[in-house]
């Protein structure tokens, strides 16, 4: 695998506001969009996210906020603090990438088949690797 560009930058924040307002006042990043999300984990558990995104030329950046619950992104925070949870990359066929980094060594996390993976090749602060689907 040769990644050529990083479309996507993934914050596990524990203020979502805060660096909002922060990010928007001291880099002019935004404007931002917000989106929650929730439901139950496989145990019947609540959970629920808050979500921001905003752009620095092609690549998004994502803050997510958990609200309720655990979720992969307070995991994180509770074992590395704040900070990147992830990076993504766009590529042409997600399956057939994930089947080769696996072979290679790398930890498939969650896998959205044909959508996206997240995969842990065990680098630096617990940044994990998000590989999503081209979009059109």
Not at 1 to 11: A, C, T
Not at 117 to 124: I, K, L, N, W
């Given at each position: 695998?040769?990644?050529?560009?990083?479309?996507?930058?993934?914050?596990a924040v524990t203020d979502i506001d805060q660096?909002?307002?922060a990010w928007s006042r001291?880099?002019?990043?935004?404007?931002?969009?917000?989106?929650?999300?929730?439901?139950?984990?496989?145990?019947?558990?609540?959970?629920?996210?808050r979500m921001a995104f905003a752009h620095l030329g092609a690549t998004e950046i994502e803050l997510v906020q958990c609200v309720e619950g655990k979720i992969f992104q307070s995991r994180?925070?509770?074992?590395?603090?704040?900070?990147?949870?992830?990076?993504?990359?766009?590529v042409d066929d997600v399956d057939?990438?994930?089947?080769?980094?696996?072979?290679?060594g790398a930890k498939l996390l969650i896998h959205d088949p044909g959508r996206f993976?997240?995969?842990?090749?065990?680098?630096?602060g617990g940044t994990i690797f998000?590989?999503?689907r081209r979009r059109d």
């Open positions: 695998m040769k990644l050529e560009s990083v479309d996507h930058i993934s914050y660096v909002i307002k001291l880099y002019g990043i935004g404007p931002w969009t917000f989106k929650e999300n929730g439901g139950n984990d496989v145990k019947g558990r609540p959970w629920k996210i994180f925070i509770e074992k590395w603090g704040e900070g990147i949870h992830h990076l993504g990359f766009f057939a990438e994930v089947a080769k980094l696996v072979k290679g993976a997240y995969v842990d090749a065990g680098g630096p998000e590989l999503m």
